[in-house]
Nanobody, 125 residues
């Protein structure tokens, strides 16, 4: 069992930055591909970013490429999402997720083993 707890969400103006964190319990954190999804009101959940088990391979949705950076610290059992140049359309609940998929690139379409509870990000002036 892995418990994922997100933090770092909030209200930010367009063009601003936020860093989300996702702390995981358990000793097997490094055995999972980790990533982030988001869900805006009235919209389907969408893939944002994923990072491989060693932290070397990363993969992003086109909508966030160049603005968001995913990273992980296996010693701290934590995955991060650094977000810059935020836009109103980035407003959503951001959810951390863990997958046993063998390939990072398939994270967005693979079964998710564990979900966090989500953290709200609101981009508004």
């Amino acid at each position: 069992q892995v418990l994922l707890v997100e933090s770092g969400g909030g209200l930010v103006q367009p063009g601003g930055s936020l860093r989300l964190s996702c702390a995981a319990s358990g000793r097997t954190f490094s055995s999972y591909v980790m990533g982030w999804f988001r869900q805006a009101p009235g919209k389907e959940r969408e893939f944002v970013a994923a990072i491989g088990r060693s932290g070397i391979i990363t993969y992003y949705a086109d909508s966030v490429k160049g603005r968001f950076t995913i990273s992980r610290d296996n010693a701290k059992n934590t995955v991060y999402l650094q977000m810059i140049s935020l836009k109103p359309e980035d407003t959503a609940v951001y959810l951390c997720a863990a997958s046993e998929t063998p390939r990072t690139i398939t994270f967005g379409a693979s079964p998710i083993a564990y979900w966090g509870q989500g953290t709200q990000v609101t981009v508004s002036s």
